[in-house]
């Protein structure tokens, strides 16, 4: 333990922290623009610096450790000149769109301005004016915002091994951008957004697809139908402060019906029915000595990264559309056909917590006849605005079951958007379809952490399962090299592409740290561990839909309707 | 040779080579081919194991790489004080206009391609454009319209 001084205050601490960390630790919020918590710091913007007694120059609190007996002024005269100068200097070429940005609600520069009282100019410079790029189906970038902070490179780089994105030129002309300076859409971006989460600035945006999803909701021609990911309402639930008692899907679900969708479906259902058709196949595969490990195939950035990076590995993807696109494939044909529409009538809408599934929807070999599945998908920060947008106040909203492809309602698989989640209801299902028994313990705990690489052997009938769940592209790469070399062998791999799962997903709420993932988890956990079905193989509408329309798992309907080809895209 | 041969030469020589090799290597695919080929980042990519992103991003920041193949006459013109204090600025704007490409760029028939350099080390001669090493003194709008007509005149016969 050491001692230092904070604003004259004795504090005491250990001495292998930088000054930001201590400072934090005392509730002291310094503003920082480059900074980002559990990477080496790289000191580039000076947004952070504090004054220390004895020291010539402020010092970036970010970057240097506390040694004893520093006293450390965090708020004296000079020091707040120099931040205030900093953001002067910065918004001096930002360019004025305040206004019309999209990201006015949550952007953090703008809030810096307003927290240091910047109420004049300085210095005057020529707006920096730069192309937008509007070419990618899931984010936009905006380079004429961006503060060089390098954030977005960083975890493309680091976190998620991606890569497409770096500082390019020097001097006045440096900007992020990908090679050649190609629009993003011909780079290696798998549109994850997770550069979205840490821009500071507005620069980085998911594509918006409110616009068209107004037109829909305001075309009476139009049977609009909705389906939101277990992630999105168990998130919603968080930011609009919930009482944990309530069904969060059942207030969605009002909510949704209050905006004027016609028909309400859970991405939970046709999550399980992932499930019967993934565990189907993993135990065909297990049975035919087809190829192992198989890879999930719901996180549509997971998807395309082995597309991009590991093509020869494609195969050992299951087969299996996500869910999304599953219920996507049976709202335009089967029900449609049930409930007599065309199904050019129908717009179907994803809300969902990714901005991937923003391509997976345009993918080509998701096309049903030349047409999308889905029409327009919405991120959980997308859907929020469109509540603002009709004013909903929730506490009037009456929660409402969810619709259902067949009549009878089924409360439906939650688990999924948790790192390991597929994993535990692809294992609890497998289980029964090859020993014809459910497991006693249905909880696998050993999958229910925040680690970005878990693993667990099971036994299972004759079968010893040795399965692995990771997130992050970065683990994931990590996990297929050493399956390549042969140094770890697999029966089933999950793979998520963001931190935590779905609910860390890029089109989430700015602002959630590792706490709030968690609690979107444990929320998650809890309602499975209150629901009465726990099992996707026993859920009624799963039950129905091959009893009354899909036959049987893997069988000649599921190919068409819920399996994927996939092609070069 | 072709450019597919010629980088294979340089692929050859640098085999083993890890991220550390990025710019000696860099380095000599320009010298073989004049410029760097976007097929020639992609391999550079596979071999050294760096993002696309990431060669572009470094090679970008120093003057020294092209990314355009140069056309088959490469104009340098300089934008030195000297020059500019003769009004390169407006002889720039006439090359462009009479070439209509931007400077670092290569117009379609590959014939010309266009630099802005800084002092050649010539400003007796002010304003300077060089082609193919050769010195232009004293250029003004009617001299840079008769070179490239003389040169466009040659190339078609
Ligand atoms: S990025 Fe922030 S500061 Fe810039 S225009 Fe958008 S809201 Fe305003
Ligand atoms: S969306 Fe993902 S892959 Fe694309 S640039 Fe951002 S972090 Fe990289
Ligand atoms: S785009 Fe955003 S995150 Fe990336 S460098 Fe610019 S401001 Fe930072
Ligand atoms: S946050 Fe410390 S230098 Fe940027």
Known sequence: ???????HKTVKTTPEKTILEVLRKEGIDIPTLCHMQGFPPTGSCRMCVVEVKDFPGLVPSCSYPVRAGMEIQTHSNRVLEARRTILELLLATHPDDCLYCGKKEDCYLLELSSRMNVDRRPYRAVKKEMKRDIASNSIIRDNAKCILCGKCVRICEEVQQVGAIDFVNRGADTCVASAFEDSINLSTCIGCGQCIMVCPTGALQEKSYLNEVMEALNNPAKTVVVQNAPAVSVTIAQELDLDSQVEPQA????????????????????ADLTIMEESSELIERLQQGGKLPMFTSCSPGWVDYVEKFHPELRDYLSSCKSPQQMLGSLVKTFWAESQKINHDDIFHVAIMPCTAKKSEAERSDLLTGGNKDIDAVLTTREFLKLIKLHGIEVEKIESSPADTLLGKHSSAGKLFAASGGVMEAALRTAHYLITGKNMEEPEISTLRNLREHKETELKVGNYDLKVAVVY??????????????GEEKYDFVEVMTCPGGCVGGGGQPFGADQEKIRERMEALYKIDSRQKVRFSHENESI??????????PLGKKSHELLHVRRTNQ | MIEKEKFAVVKNKYKNAGPDALIPLLQDIQGEL???????????????????????????????????????????????????????????????????????????DGLFSLEVVSCVGACSLAPVIVVNNKFHADVDKKKIKKIIKKIRKEELE
């Not at chain 2, 071999?47 to 992103?53: A, D, F, Q, T, W």
């Open chain 1, 1 to 7: 333990m050491i001692s230092v001084k904070i604003n």
């Open chain 1, 251 to 270: 207030v969605l679900t009002g909510i949704l019906k209050k905006m004027g969708f016609d028909y309400v479906f859970e991405t939970g259902f046709s």
């Open chain 1, 472 to 485: 992050g592209l970065g683990a994931a790469n990590k996990l297929l090299e050493e399956i390549k070399r």
């Open chain 1, 543 to 552: 039950k129905n839909i091959y009893a009354e329309f899909l036959g049987k």
């Open chain 2, 34 to 108: 004049g410029y760097l080929s976007r097929e020639a980042i992609t391999e550079v990519s596979k071999g050294l194991k760096l993002s696309e992103s990431k060669i572009y991003g470094v090679a970008s920041f120093y003057n020294q790489f092209k990314f355009n193949p140069p056309g088959k006459y490469h104009i340098q013109i300089c934008r030195g004080t000297a020059c500019h204090i003769k009004g390169s600025k407006t002889i720039l704007e006439h090359l462009e206009r009479e070439l209509k490409i931007a400077p670092d760029q290569t117009t379609k």
